[in-house]
């Protein structure tokens, strides 16, 4: 799919205040900001136009805008964030996506989060995690079958979201984890499997034919550069200690 937008939103200096397990340090916020520019240029690179969100005060994973919602070329559904800390990003990005599309709700008892959602050409994979359970997984795969998308739910076994472990590079062709190497869900895809200690890099994001991938992971970037596309390498240490990666950062469509 060619993407022409891009929504993302700046982190803000309460960035250190959000969930995390990671383990690794409080992120500093003027690093996060550099690599964020970075990632917004990037994504301007392949030909994406960028809009910009300012933080969001009293959210400090707002910055992550792909758990609030799913934009398909037909349809955005607004997601209700499985954390409750979350739900309150919603109303924001649902604005700046109404100019762009049509806007379905996910209501409780459902909860969805984006990064569970890996949407390759008309299907959906939709991972069941903490974050995302059968109603809201159900409620995503109603809203978007009318347009003719069909959809698989994978429970997530290791990892925060499914995009954690599973992305496209290509049309048929998706990076994952060991955990996913074999998964009869995605069955019929050719699977490039990133080794155990570069799980990281499995969340690389796949931008008009270029591939965006987190800096630090040379047995990826080998693997990946079979593919024949021009490769960029963004440092994500900022984001990485919040548990987010190069797909939660903007919303593309
Ligand atoms: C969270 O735990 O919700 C944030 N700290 C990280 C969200 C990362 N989002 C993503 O992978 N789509």
């Not at 159900?138 to 429970?155: I, K």
């Not at 998706?174 to 969340?203: C, K, M, W």
């Not at 034919?209 to 800096?215: R, S, V, Y």
Request: with cysteine.
């Amino acid at each position: 799919m060619r993407y022409t937008h891009a929504i993302t939103r700046r982190p803000g200096k309460e960035m250190a205040a959000g969930i995390t397990t990671s383990m690794l340090g409080a992120p500093d916020h003027k690093n996060a900001m550099d690599q964020f520019d970075a990632y917004a240029k990037s994504l301007s690179d392949c030909g994406v136009s960028v809009t910009v969100l300012d933080p969001l005060e009293g959210y400090p994973d707002a910055h992550f805008v792909e758990d609030a919602a799913v934009v398909t070329p037909d349809v955005a559904i607004i997601t209700n964030p499985g954390a409750a800390s979350r739900k309150g990003e919603v109303p924001s990005i649902a604005s700046a996506l109404e100019p762009f599309r049509k806007t379905v709700w996910v209501r409780p008892p459902g909860t969805l989060d984006g990064g569970d959602v890996l949407m390759v050409g008309h299907h959906l994979f939709i991972g069941l995690s903490d974050r995302t359970n059968e109603n809201g997984a159900r409620q995503l795969g109603e809203a978007v079958a009318g347009f003719g998308y069909t959809w698989t739910p994978v429970p997530v076994a290791a990892g925060l979201h499914f995009k954690s472990s599973v992305n496209a590079v290509g049309n048929d062709t998706l990076l994952t984890t060991q955990t996913f190497a074999d998964h009869p869900a995605l069955a019929g895809f050719h699977r490039i499997v990133v080794s155990p200690q570069e799980e990281y890099a499995g969340n690389t994001l796949l931008v008009n034919g270029h591939l965006i991938m987190p800096a630090g992971f040379p047995d990826t970037r080998q693997k990946l550069h079979a593919l024949d596309k021009h490769i960029i390498e963004l440092d994500t240490s900022e984001f990485r200690k919040m548990d987010g990666g190069l797909t939660c950062l903007s919303l593309r469509f």
